[in-house]
Nanobody, 123 residues
Framework: QVQLVESGGGLVQAGGSLRLSCAAS????????MGWFRQAPGKEREFVAA????????RYANSVKGRFTISRDNAKNTVYLQMSSLKPEDTAVYYC????????????????WGQGTQVTVSS
């Protein structure tokens, strides 16, 4: 069983920054491919970013490319999402998830999910 716990969300002004963390249980975290998704009210969950088990490969949604950075620390069993130049349209609940496949955009390819952390960007 894998448990994922997100933290770091909050309220920030447009143009500001936040760093989200996702702490994972399990001794094999270094073998997990990880992703971040988000869901705004009334909208479907959408892909944000993904990172390979090694951390050497990443993938981003076009809407966040150049503003967000996904990274991981396998020694700490943690994956991060550094968010900069935040916009009101980034407001959503952010989820981290684990996949057995590499750099997947489809949420159906992820088998474990965290509970989510709220990010609110004010204009």
């Amino acid at each position: 069983q894998v448990q994922l716990v997100e933290s770091g969300g909050g309220l920030v002004q447009a143009g500001g920054s936040l760093r989200l963390s996702c702490a994972a249980s399990g001794r094999t975290f270094s073998a997990y491919n990880m992703g971040w998704f988000r869901q705004a009210p009334g909208k479907e969950r959408e892909f944000v970013a993904a990172i390979s088990w090694s951390g050497r490969s990443t993938r981003y949604a076009n809407s966040v490319k150049g503003r967000f950075t996904i990274s991981r620390d396998n020694a700490k069993n943690t994956v991060y999402l550094q968010m900069s130049s935040l916009k009101p349209e980034d407001t959503a609940v952010y989820y981290c998830a684990k996949s057995v496949k590499l750099l997947q955009l489809d949420s159906n390819e992820y088998d474990y999910w965290g509970q989510g952390t709220q990010v609110t960007v004010s204009s």
